[in-house]
C-alpha cells in the first residue's frame, strides 16, 4: 500500500512537468512553404519530433489576409501536402 502511494505522489507531481515541457511554434505568416520560418507548413515540421503547441500571430497585414462576404480571414495555400502526423497537444 505504501508503495502504490509513493508511485501516485510521484507520478502527479511529474505529470505536470512534462505537460509544460512542449515546444511552441507560432505561424506569423500566411506562406505555403516548408522553407519560409513562421509558415504554417514549416510549424508542422518544426512539431514532429517532440510535443508541439501551434500558436497563431499572424497580422492583418500580411498577403494573405481576405475578407469575403464580410468574413475577414487568413488564406493559407501550401504548396505541398501537409502530413498531420507528429506529436501535436
Known amino acids: 500500500m505504501r508503495r502504490a502511494a509513493i508511485f501516485f505522489l510521484l507520478f502527479f507531481l511529474l505529470s505536470p512537468i512534462r505537460a509544460f515541457a512542449t515546444l511552441t511554434v507560432t505561424v506569423t505568416n500566411c506562406a505555403g512553404d516548408r522553407s519560409i520560418a513562421g509558415s504554417l507548413p514549416w510549424a ?21 489576409f481576405t475578407t469575403e462576404a464580410g468574413i475577414s480571414f487568413w488564406r493559407i495555400k501550401p504548396k505541398e501536402k501537409m502530413s498531420l502526423i507528429g506529436n501535436w497537444i
Not at 515540421?45 to 494573405?64: H, L, N
Open 44 to 64: 508542422l515540421d518544426a512539431g514532429r519530433t517532440e510535443p508541439t503547441i501551434i500558436d497563431f500571430d499572424i497580422p492583418s497585414a500580411e498577403a494573405g
